[in-house]
């Protein structure tokens, strides 16, 4: 059970670049599976942080970077290599830039867009409301009626928990619902 926890120790002092206190050392000295396990976590770092180097390598980092890491890491990393056609990049840049400002150009404002969906809905209702006032009447009221005939029935039977509750001298009536 301790190996279980002296490992996840071993793990984040290979993440965190922390020495090994004296309490692991002792634990490393007398247990061959954890000090395996140590050595693992130190050959992954190792791979991880050469891995890291050649990929700075052939990023486009500035040459005093590069020079900066160990030459070892600079020979094994590939050379980036030009950029093709930057030329044909440039242009689909600039054709983007044109094709948004003529929208921009093109289209209405937000204000123009609002007001004319209002009006297409003014007009709607006028020729509703036209043709049978009454149906649009009861349409409208209709979600109304549905919520005040639930809110009542909601507030009757809450009524009748409440007096259920109390003491029936406390009362003096009894409530029924429905």
């Known amino acids: 059970m301790m190996c279980f926890f002296r490992r996840l120790q071993i793990g984040?002092?290979?993440?965190?670049?922390?020495?090994?206190?004296?309490?692991?050392?002792?634990h490393l000295a007398s247990c061959s599976a954890c000090r395996e396990w140590k050595r693992l976590q130190d050959m992954i770092g190792a791979q991880l942080r050469d891995g890291a180097g050649i990929a700075l390598a052939k990023?486009?980092?500035?040459?005093?970077?590069?020079?900066?890491?160990?030459?070892?890491?600079?020979?094994?990393?590939?050379?980036?290599?030009?950029?093709?056609?930057?030329?044909?990049?440039?242009?689909?840049?600039?054709?983007?830039?044109?094709?948004?400002?003529?929208?921009?150009?093109?289209?209405?404002g937000p204000e123009k867009q609002v007001a004319r969906e209002t009006d297409s809905v003014?007009?709607?209702?006028?020729?509703?409301?036209?043709?049978?006032?009454?149906?649009?009447?009861?349409?409208?009221e209709a979600p109304f009626r549905n919520e005040l005939a639930s809110l009542s029935s909601d507030l009757e039977r809450g009524v009748a928990f409440v007096s259920g509750c109390l003491p029936r001298a406390a009362i003096g009536f009894e409530v029924t619902s429905n």
């Open 59 to 108: 990023s486009d980092l500035p040459d005093r970077i590069i020079a900066a890491l160990p030459r070892d890491v600079q020979a094994r990393a590939p050379s980036a290599g030009p950029v093709l056609f930057p030329g044909l990049a440039w242009a689909a840049g600039i054709a983007c830039l044109f094709a948004l400002l003529a929208l921009l150009i093109v289209s209405d």
């Open 122 to 140: 003014s007009r709607a209702l006028q020729v509703v409301t036209a043709a049978n006032p009454a149906a649009l009447t009861a349409r409208v």
């Open 12 to 26: 984040y002092l290979a993440d965190s670049g922390r020495e090994v206190g004296p309490g692991l050392k002792r």
